[in-house]
């Protein structure tokens, strides 16, 4: 029996590519970016954590606070080793 190989569901339009499963990642981030992405992803993690905790659901507020806490952790890595402007 053979399976035919499908398209994705959902098609990546413009420049966040990388939303969709399956899509390349973009390449060659400079370090100003990088910084910036992984804040932006820490700022979010932390939102949703603070509305985990607000709706009462500790360890899913738990795990996303973590979670911020890792991604701000690798943003510090990244700044010290890399100049930004």
Known sequence: MFIA???PAVEP???DA???PGSPAIA???PRA???????????RRRRGMQRRAEARLDD???WMQAAFAAVAKA???RSTA???
């Open 18 to 20: 990388v939303a969709v």
């Open 76 to 78: 510090s890595e990244a």
């Open 13 to 15: 339009v413009g420049p």
């Open 5 to 7: 190989i499908a398209r």
């Open 34 to 44: 990088l910084h910036a992405r992984l804040l932006t992803n820490a700022a979010l």
């Open 61 to 63: 507020a738990e795990y």
């Open 28 to 30: 060659n981030l400079t």
């Open 83 to 85: 100049v930004l402007p």
